[in-house]
Nanobody, 120 residues
Framework: QAQLVESGGGVVQPGGSLRLSCAAS????????MGWYRQAPGKQRELVAN???????NYADSVKGRFTISRDNARNTVYLQMNSLKPEDTAVYYC??????????????WGQGTQVTVSS
């Protein structure tokens, strides 16, 4: 199973930008979909953006036009470029990956999360 480590969170003013990174490591595996979720205090975890191995990326309506997800498959890394940040974007952001290990067994991995705070 892959281990995921997020980075890039922090505190930014409204209208600012942040770039999140998530690197997958561990035993040999192949990754399928990679994505980003977030969870604000008192709310359920929600999908922010998803990048499947094939097909188009997709975004939550609340972030469309502002966030961009991208992948570097050679490095097993997924990024989330966040522009025009709003206070309502404040949350813990979690990286997610679906993949397959040596045995062909599928798995789902989650990172520990990185805090994003948008405040003036």
């Amino acid at each position: 199973q892959a281990q995921l480590v997020e980075s890039g969170g922090g505190v930014v003013q409204p209208g600012g930008s942040l770039r999140l990174s998530c690197a997958a490591s561990g035993s040999r595996f192949s990754l399928s979909a990679m994505g980003w979720y977030r969870q604000a205090p008192g709310k359920q975890r929600e999908l922010v953006a998803n990048a499947p191995s094939t097909g188009t990326t997709n975004y939550a309506d609340s972030v469309k036009g502002r966030f961009t997800i991208s992948r570097d498959n050679a490095r097993n890394t997924v990024y989330l470029q966040m522009n025009s940040l709003k206070p309502e974007d404040t949350a813990v952001y979690y990286c997610n990956a679906i993949g397959r290990g040596y045995s062909g067994r599928q798995f789902t991995s989650w990172g520990q999360g990185t805090q994003v705070t948008v405040s003036s």
